[in-house]
């Protein structure tokens, strides 16, 4: 099992950038894909981007070439590494761990067994 708290959410403005940091308060992440996602209110959550155990990575059209994920087994902690934010970027932004399996979807929130609470981000324009 294990415990994710994230950090790094504030309120900032278009073109500015944040660095989320995801940590495991229990556990170690160097077991799992991880994952972040976003939730704007009213709508569904949505995958942002993931890194394998084996350091591969993925993201969303709307986030490539602005958001970076990386991971640091040695600190625990996952980081989403975000520029050029725009107004669409507000949400809240959760980290996620998912156990690698056969047939895992990164991309799909069900897929993945662990939350944390969410870190707000505020993009103003």
């Known amino acids: 099992q294990v415990q994710l708290v994230e950090s790094g959410g504030g309120l900032v403005q278009t073109g500015d950038s944040l660095r989320l940091s995801c940590a495991a308060s229990?556990?170690?992440?160097?077991?799992?894909?991880m994952g972040w996602f976003c939730q704007a209110p009213g709508k569904q959550r949505e995958f942002v981007a993931a890194?394998?155990?084996?350091?591969?990575?993925y993201s969303a059209d709307s986030v490539k070439g602005r958001f970076t994920i990386s991971r640091d087994n040695a600190k625990n902690t996952i980081y989403l590494q975000m520029n050029s934010l725009n107004p669409e970027d507000t949400a809240v932004y959760y980290c996620?761990?998912?156990?690698?399996?056969?047939?895992?979807?990164?991309?799909?929130?069900?897929?993945?067994?662990?939350w944390g609470q969410g870190t707000q981000v505020t993009v103003s324009s």
């Open positions: 996620a761990a998912l156990t690698p399996s056969f047939g895992n979807d990164l991309l799909r929130p069900s897929d993945y067994r662990y």
């Open positions: 229990s556990g170690t992440l160097s077991s799992y894909h």
């Open positions: 890194i394998r155990l084996s350091g591969s990575t």
